[in-house]
C-alpha cells in the first residue's frame, strides 16, 4: 500500500490543523490505519487508530478528546483532526496501514507514508 500524508503547516497554539492520507490501493478498507508522529530526538510514537470500518477508534492519552481519526474509504483517504493543538505536538507525523486497529507500535504497521510536519508556536 503507498501512503501519501499532506495538510501539515505552522499553527498557533489553541488551533487546528487536519491531516489527510491517501492511499494508493484497491483494498484500502482491508486495512486499519493509523497516525504516528516523531519529534526531534525522540522516538516515533503512537497518535491514533481506525478500524477498516472506522467503527473502532483508539487514541493516545495525550491526544484523546482533542484530536479524531476518521476515513472515508470511498475516497480511499484517511484523517487526522486535530484541535487546541499545543506546542508539543510539533512533529513529523505519519500515516500507516496494518492489519489490526489493536496496533500501537510502529511494527505493527507495515506500510508507511512519508510524514507531515507540523509546527505549533506558541
Known amino acids: 500500500v503507498q501512503l501519501q500524508a499532506s495538510g501539515g503547516g505552522l499553527v498557533q497554539a489553541g488551533g487546528s490543523l487536519r491531516l489527510s492520507c491517501a492511499a494508493s490501493?484497491?483494498?484500502?478498507?482491508?486495512?486499519?490505519m493509523g497516525w504516528f508522529r516523531q519529534a526531534p530526538g525522540k522516538e516515533r510514537e503512537f497518535v491514533a487508530a481506525?478500524?477498516?470500518?472506522?467503527?473502532?477508534?483508539n487514541y493516545a492519552a495525550s491526544v484523546k478528546g482533542r484530536f479524531t481519526i476518521s476515513r472515508v474509504n470511498a475516497r480511499n483517504t484517511a484523517y487526522l483532526q486535530m484541535n487546541s493543538l499545543k506546542p508539543e505536538d510539533t512533529a513529523v507525523y505519519y500515516c500507516a496501514a496494518g492489519p489490526t486497529v489493536a496496533g500501537r507500535t510502529p511494527t505493527d504497521f507495515g506500510s508507511w507514508g512519508q510524514g507531515t510536519l507540523v509546527t505549533v508556536s506558541s
Open positions: 490501493t484497491r483494498t484500502f478498507s482491508d486495512y486499519a
Open positions: 481506525i478500524s477498516w470500518s472506522g467503527g473502532i477508534t
